[in-house]
C-alpha cells in the first residue's frame, strides 16, 4: 500500500512548485495546563533524518508549547494548501532533533530571530512585557555571545505520526475524498487504511 507520509511529502512539493505559501507552515495544535486548546502556526521543516526525509518544527524550550508537548504523548498538526486543495491532519508525536543539526541550521536565521532566542532566557516567549517599546530596549541590552550561537533552549523536534488524514478537495463529482491512515502498532510502517464520511 502507498506510504501515506511519502504522498505528503510528493504533493507538499506541488503545492511549493504551485507558490503555494501555505507549503511552508502547519498549524500544531496542543491543550494547555487547563485543558483548553491552543493551536498556531509554525515553519514545517523538512529534515534528513539517517538519509529519510522527516519533518520537523523548531521551538524555544521558554515557549508554553514546549510544556504543552512535554506533558502530553501527543498533538495534532494541520496543514491546507489552497493551490491544490488538500487538507491533511496527523496526530504526532515529538523525539528531540540532533542539536548539532538545529545549531546548524539555526545559523541561517535573521538576526532578529537569533535575538529573540538569546531573550527568552530572561523574559520568557509569550510572557507579557510593559509595552513595545520596553521589549525593544530589554532587546537593545540583551547580553548575546559574539558570535552568534544558538542557546541551548532552541530546539529542534522530529515529528512521529501515529496517524495520518488526507481530504482531498478536487473530486469532479465535489463528494471530497477522505482517507485515515493509521500506524500499525508494532508493524515495520505499515499503515492500515479507511475510507471516511467526508
Ligand atoms: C508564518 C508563521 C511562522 C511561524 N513559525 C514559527 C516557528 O517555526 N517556531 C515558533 O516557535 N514560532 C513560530 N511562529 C510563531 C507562533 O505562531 C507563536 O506565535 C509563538 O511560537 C508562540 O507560541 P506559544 O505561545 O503557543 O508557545 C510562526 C508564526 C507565523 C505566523
Known amino acids: ?85 488538500l487538507q491533511y491532519r496527523m496526530q504526532v508525536q515529538t523525539e528531540a532533533l540532533d542539536p548539532k543539526v538545529v545549531a546548524e541550521s539555526w545559523q541561517f536565521r535573521p538576526d532578529a530571530p537569533k535575538k529573540m532566542d538569546w531573550l527568552y532566557q530572561q523574559q520568557a516567549q509569550s510572557t507579557a512585557v510593559a509595552d513595545r517599546a520596553q521589549l525593544l530596549k530589554q532587546l537593545d541590552q540583551l547580553a548575546s555571545p559574539e558570535p552568534l ?26 463528494v471530497h475524498d477522505r482517507t485515515l491512515y493509521t500506524l500499525r502498532q508494532g508493524g515495520q510502517g505499515e499503515w492500515d487504511k479507511q475510507t471516511l464520511v467526508p
Open 149 to 174: 550561537v544558538a542557546p541551548e533552549a532552541a530546539k529542534g523536534l522530529l515529528i512521529q505520526v501515529t496517524e495520518i488524514e488526507r481530504l482531498d478537495l478536487t473530486q469532479s463529482n465535489g
Open 1 to 85: 500500500m502507498q506510504d501515506p507520509l511519502a504522498q505528503f511529502h510528493a504533493e507538499r512539493q506541488l503545492a511549493r512548485d504551485a507558490g503555494d505559501p501555505m507549503a511552508h507552515v502547519c498549524v500544531l495544535a496542543t491543550v494547555d495546563q487547563q485543558g483548553r486548546p491552543q493551536a498556531r502556526t509554525l515553519v514545517l521543516r523538512n529534515v534528513d533524518h539517517n538519509g529519510s526525509p522527516r519533518l520537523a518544527l523548531f521551538i524555544n524550550a521558554n515557549s508554553p508549547k514546549w510544556a504543552e508537548l512535554a506533558n502530553s504523548d501527543s498533538a495534532s498538526v494541520q496543514v491546507y494548501w489552497p493551490s491544490v486543495e
